[in-house]
């Protein structure tokens, strides 16, 4: 989606395959788990095959860009600029530190930023079911919300994602998921299931494509 910055970047770093670190990149909509299966994956890929890979957010990513402008805070950040700006250049830092650095990115849209130099990880759920896992959570705000309340807003988020990605890049990112390599619906699934099968998968990619050997079984 950054095909100007992707070439610029590639011809500086001398790029005509791979990058030298292995990227993975874990997206999908509202609640379903991205930032937890990022965490598993890293302790996973330390503990398997003695790759250390630091986990990146986009939230971290807007608040580093928010601190460089000046601002106190995101929304701060936000409000001072007009049009795609914000989007762009928090998905043009997740691709130039990837391409740089390697690690695992997180984001709602990270994997279509990054694309085909990494593993792309796509996660959906229905919304209902995201309802009650953010319900049953007591950490979070919506613990003490009724479950209609919840998933409309569930619903809301992700339509207004699904609007600014195609106002911003002009893509459907339902489409675009379908083209990630490893798709997973976690609406039935539980959460060791989902983390097992992302594991599994990247590791197997990462020795196929680094030659990486699992230091244990």
Known sequence: MLYGLEERLADEMGLTGLPKEPIFCIGGLVGTGKNIYAEGL????????????????????????????????????????????????????????????????????????????????????????????????PKRDEHNMGLDEIEAGVRKRDADDLERYMRVYGVDFLSLMAGFDLMIDTTHLSEENVQETIDRLSGEWLERNYGYSPTLR
Do not use: M, Q
């Not at 007009?82 to 997180?106: H, K, M, Q, T």
């Open 42 to 137: 890293k302790g996973y890929l330390s503990e398997v095959y003695r790759l250390e890979l630091e986990v990146s957010t986009s939230g971290e990513i807007f608040r580093k860009l928010a601190r460089e402008k000046g601002f106190g805070s995101i929304s701060e950040y936000i409000a001072s600029i007009e049009g795609p700006e914000v989007d762009i250049s928090a998905d043009s830092r997740a691709l130039e530190n990837a391409l740089r650095d390697g690690g695992i990115y997180v984001g709602r849209i990270t994997p279509g930023t990054i694309g085909g130099w990494g593993y792309t990880i796509g996660l959906k759920t229905d919304p209902a079911v995201v309802a009650k896992r953010l319900k049953a959570d």
